[in-house]
Structure formats: C-alpha cells, structure tokens
C-alpha cells in the first residue's frame, strides 16, 4: 500500500481508487447524481414507471396511510418471524388469482423476488440460461446461483434450444424479461415455452414491465401469451411500476412457492415489506380490477408517442408495452438532451451505459394512462425540439450485449 505523502509514516486511505474511478466516470460522460425531486413538482413525469398513474390515486394513498395507521410504519421483522400481517396474505392471494397462478410470495423489491427465484430454484447441477439484455436484477441473480450460467443472444429461442441441447437431461432453467426495460421490446414468450416444454426444462419471466399494461385487463404478459399457471413457469412481478407502490413478488405452483419460503435467502433473512406499501398495492389491484381500460390507455399512449417521435424523424423502438426509447448519439448526448427537457419541464430517463448492454445510449420515455392527448403533444414537442442533430442520423440498431455490461 502506497503512504501518505501528508505523512509520509502512515499508509494511504484505502478508498483513494474511488478517486481514480471517479476520474474515469467523468470522461466517459457516465457520472450518475442523484437528484431529490420536491412532493409538488411541476414537471410532466414521462421518466417513472407510474404506468397506470397510481401512484397519487386517493384511493391507493389512503389505503396506504390507512395500512401504515393499522399495522404501524414497518414491519418489525422478516415474514417468517413477525413481518406477515393479513395484508400480506390478502395480497399474495388476490395477486395470484389476478395473474392466473396457484400462489405468490411478497417481497421487499422486485430485485429481491428476481434474487429469491434464481437462488432458490437451481443448483450447483442447474443450467441456467439467460437473455443477453435481461436486467441487472436477473444478471446479479444469476451470478449469485450456484448453476453454470449461459448466456444467450437476445430474444433467440433456437439460441436456447441450441443450450438446451447441448446437456440432454441437465436440470434447467430458462429466465427471460417479458418485457425489457431498455427498449421496452417482448420476449418471444411461446418459443422460450415451447423450447422449455419439448426439454423438460423451467421457464422463469420477469413480467415487471407487462403487468398491469399487457395482457386481458393488465394480468400481465404471461396471460396475454395463454402461459399463466402453466406447468414449469414461474413469474416475477413488482408492485412499484404499474400498481405504484413498492415490493415485488414470485407467481407460481404452491408448491415452488412453498419452497421459496423455505429457501431463498431475500425472502428468509429480509424485513418483510411495510404496511403502507402493501395496502397501497392491494389497493391498486383492486382499481384495476375495476376499471381495466387503464392497461389498455397506457398502451396506447405508448403507440401515440411512438409515432409521433418516429414521424418527427427520431429512432424510437415501437413499444410492446409501455416504454418507448429513443436513441442519442452519445452518453453526453443523452445526458444533455434529458437535462434539456427537464429545464422545459419535461421528465425523461436517461439511458447510458452500463445500463445499456449495446452500447447506444437512449432517452426513454413512459406512458402513462392517465396522460392526457395536450399532455403527449408537450411532451413531444419538447423532446423533439431539444434533440441533438445527430439523434436524427442515426439508424436503428439491434440490441446486444453481455451480462458483465451491467
């Protein structure tokens, strides 16, 4: 260890690397802040995953601060010791009859369901085989499981039979988004489970982005694709996107979700998820049981703005549910170009890498269903008449990547 040279008698604080990577970040234009938004913010949020605009329903703020009154503010330890209330078991069970599964298991993130899932369902003799883009969550999962990791180009069902194929008879599980963060893209969700069903292996999709949007009345990709509750699929979902609470959860067979209980370790070890936060969920579920044409506005919106960007001369991937993303020319570019609407009075996301597997970095957009068609328009317009020059040069390209990129 190098020393000081204030003093020259002791050793050099060994965080000083951070310096050098602090230094690295900032020429490669990918430094990251994190910016405290105020409660009443002006600005038109299209950089949130509120895709149902639920997130401020009364309803759902009521019944969270009713939760929050009733059960107190946390939930004083892990589920399995004091941190499962009825209102855990009220949702667990109605999001499961919502989704077409037998059972489901709540969890403090949907990080943490994606965790609990790879962990706990596979083995030092697993393949596991996953998409080159899927997200971060899937990729720490994979690398937190005991099995043999491939990883296969994305959306490629014959790359995964080809996997599959190459170890007849190896216990197996394929794990895919159903929809993919980045580009806001569908997985090829009946040739991922034909694949799997010819070769006796599990199926497991992240529906984190299709449920509530996709799928008859938002009961998610899984549904939409006649896939929910069938036999060897397993599902992930989070509560902070289109039900805009917070927590995530696993769908399956009861007796994967039985297991689960017992083994995965972020379910096991993890404070359960706080009242507030699940009542306001179960709330959310409730509404949109009741009012279904939410899924369907959010699509739409989605479609509306797709074309509008794309008829403005921008590269935008058609959206399968509800993200569109346009590319930038560069990390700086999109960097630039986020900041620029935001001073407009426009919220968009800002993609760069390592987020992004390819390399190509991006603006995203989220629709909202509860956006109204003067709203699309300002934000379009904003969008359109910030962008950089080269963002209307750029062709479309395909997506990419590797598990290490993110």
């Given amino acids: 260890m190098e020393q000081d040279p204030r003093d020259p008698t002791a050793p050099a604080d060994p965080f000083d690397w951070t310096d050098a990577e602090a230094v690295r970040r900032e020429r490669a234009g990918l430094v990251r802040t994190l910016r405290p938004r105020p409660a009443d913010s002006a600005l038109l949020d299209l950089a949130g995953n509120d895709y149902l605009g639920l997130t401020r329903h009364p309803a759902?703020?009521?019944?969270?601060?009713?939760?929050?009154?009733?059960?107190?503010?946390?939930?004083?330890?892990?589920?399995?010791?004091?941190?499962?209330?009825?209102?855990?078991?009220?949702?667990?069970?109605?999001?499961?009859?919502?989704?077409?599964?037998?059972?489901?298991?709540?969890?403090s993130s949907g990080y943490a369901a994606n965790l609990a899932a790879l962990t706990a369902l596979t083995a030092r003799d697993t393949l596991l085989v996953s998409d080159a883009t899927n997200h971060a969550s899937i990729v720490d999962g994979c690398r937190l499981s005991p099995a043999e990791t491939?990883?296969?180009?994305?959306?490629?069902?014959?790359?995964?039979?080809?996997?599959?194929?190459?170890?007849?008879?190896?216990?197996?599980?394929?794990?895919?988004?159903?929809?993919?963060?980045?580009?806001?893209?569908?997985?090829?969700?009946?040739?991922?489970?034909?694949?799997?069903?010819?070769?006796?292996?599990?199926?497991?999709?992240?529906?984190?982005?299709?449920?509530?949007?996709?799928?008859?009345?938002?009961?998610?990709?899984?549904?939409?694709?006649?896939l929910a509750g069938a036999p060897g699929v397993v599902a992930t979902v989070t509560l902070s996107k289109a039900l805009g609470a917070q927590g995530g959860a696993i769908l399956g067979p009861a007796r994967v979700i039985g297991h689960l209980v017992n083994a995965a370790r972020t379910f096991i070890f993890d404070t359960g998820l706080a009242?507030?936060?699940?009542?306001?969920?179960?709330?959310?579920?409730?509404?949109?049981?009741?009012?279904?044409?939410?899924?369907?506005?959010?699509?739409?919106?989605?479609?509306?703005?797709?074309?509008?960007?794309?008829?403005?001369?921008?590269?935008?991937?058609?959206?399968?549910?509800?993200?569109?993303s346009v590319q930038a020319p560069s990390p700086e570019a999109a960097l630039a170009w986020a900041a620029?609407?935001?001073?407009?009075?426009?919220?968009?996301?800002?993609?760069?890498?390592?987020?992004?597997?390819?390399?190509?970095?991006?603006?995203?957009l989220t629709a909202r269903a509860d956006l109204t068609d003067e709203q699309i328009g300002a934000a379009v317009r904003t969008v359109v008449a910030r962008a950089p020059e080269a963002a209307y040069r750029m062709g479309s390209a395909g997506a990419g990547g590797d598990h290490p990129a993110r």
């Fill in 275 to 324: 009242p507030a936060s699940v009542g306001a969920a179960l709330e959310s579920l409730r509404l949109l049981r009741r009012e279904p044409e939410r899924a369907a506005r959010a699509g739409e919106v989605a479609r509306t703005l797709h074309r509008l960007l794309t008829e403005a001369g921008l590269t935008a991937v058609r959206p399968d549910a509800a993200v569109v």
């Fill in 340 to 364: 620029d609407c935001r001073s407009a009075g426009v919220a968009v996301g800002c993609f760069r890498p390592p987020s992004v597997p390819d390399g190509i970095s991006r603006i995203r």
């Fill in 60 to 107: 759902v703020t009521g019944a969270a601060a009713g939760a929050a009154r009733r059960w107190g503010a946390g939930a004083t330890g892990s589920r399995l010791v004091t941190g499962t209330t009825e209102l855990h078991t009220a949702l667990e069970a109605e999001l499961a009859a919502f989704c077409g599964f037998e059972a489901a298991l709540v969890l």
């Fill in 150 to 226: 491939v990883v296969v180009p994305h959306a490629d069902p014959e790359a995964v039979a080809k996997n599959l194929d190459a170890h007849p008879g190896r216990r197996a599980l394929v794990v895919s988004d159903a929809v993919f963060s980045v580009d806001g893209d569908a997985a090829p969700l009946a040739g991922l489970a034909a694949v799997c069903r010819g070769r006796g292996a599990a199926l497991l999709i992240d529906d984190a982005h299709g449920f509530g949007v996709l799928g008859p009345g938002g009961r998610g990709t899984l549904a939409a694709a006649g």
